[in-house]
């Protein structure tokens, strides 16, 4: 059975750093695209960055030279580092499996941009 588990959300002051982390289990983590998703309160999803097998990388225009996302296939871990942030990036934060669509999900784990 597919696992995503993130973690590392948190409270922090705009310009300030984060990364998260999402652990995965279930599948063969080094054959899949990844991506981060978030949703903002009262707003729908919105694709943050994906990393396919090769290590190509997308990132929407609002994250672009802020965020980085990276996987380690040998912990099978996704990672988003996350820097100079905004209130505007706040939300819950998802990471998923990415097949054409996003298929799997995992709980999500809150970040909040507030001084």
């Known amino acids: 059975e597919v696992h995503l588990v993130e973690s590392g959300g948190g409270v922090v002051q705009p310009g300030g750093s984060l990364r998260l982390s999402c652990a995965a289990s279930?599948?063969?983590?080094?054959?899949?695209?990844m991506s981060w998703v978030r949703q903002a309160p009262g707003k729908g999803p919105e694709r943050v960055s994906t990393?396919?097998?090769?290590?190509?990388?997308y990132y929407a225009d609002s994250v672009k030279g802020r965020f980085t996302i990276s996987r380690d296939n040998a912990k099978n871990t996704l990672y988003l580092q996350m820097n100079s942030l905004k209130p505007e990036d706040t939300g819950l934060y998802y990471c998923?499996?990415?097949?054409?669509?996003?298929?799997?999900w995992g709980q999500g784990t809150q970040v909040t941009v507030s001084s």
């Open positions: 998923a499996r990415a097949r054409g669509y996003h298929d799997y």
């Open positions: 990393i396919n097998t090769g290590a190509y990388t």
């Open positions: 279930g599948f063969t983590f080094s054959s899949d695209d």
